[in-house]
Nanobody, 126 residues
Framework: QLQLVESGGGLVQPGGSLRLSCAAS????????IAWFRQAPGKEREGVCY????????HYANSVKGRFTISRDNAKNTVYLQMRSLKPEDTAVYYC???????????????????WGQGTQVTVSS
């Protein structure tokens, strides 16, 4: 089946770190841009970050700049989200999404994404 497989979520204390992984199953990510979104209960889905197909262009939401890093390893068919200095407000279900569309300026448009991961829960709490 063609899907994105996420892993790495869990419970961490404030100030801690987690690394999320998003691996493609059944297709290659070489030509796909990837974005991470998150959604907390009762809140709108929020764009977190974006990386283009080559890894040369990244975008981050202001709320995570300087703390989160998106990267990719096309040889492993995987995209990563390294999260540092985690805050309680980072608590959410995190989703990765893939698109073959090449532009980056509209990365927050959820309609451009062809595949979505199942979501992984990140909880930041004492």
């Amino acid at each position: 089946q063609l899907q994105l497989v996420e892993s790495g979520g869990g419970l961490v204390q404030p100030g801690g770190s987690l690394r999320l992984s998003c691996a493609a199953s059944g297709f290659t990510l070489d030509y796909y841009a990837i974005a991470w979104f998150r959604q907390a209960p009762g809140k709108e889905r929020e764009g977190v970050c974006y990386i283009n197909s080559s890894g040369g262009t990244n975008h981050y939401a202001n709320s995570v700049k300087g703390r989160f890093t998106i990267s990719r390893d096309n040889a492993k068919n995987t995209v990563y989200l390294q999260m540092r200095s985690l805050k309680p407000e980072d608590t959410a279900v995190y989703y990765c999404a893939a698109t073959r569309e090449q532009s980056f300026w509209n990365w927050l448009n959820t309609n451009k994404y062809d595949f979505w991961g199942q979501g992984t829960q990140v909880t930041v709490s004492s």
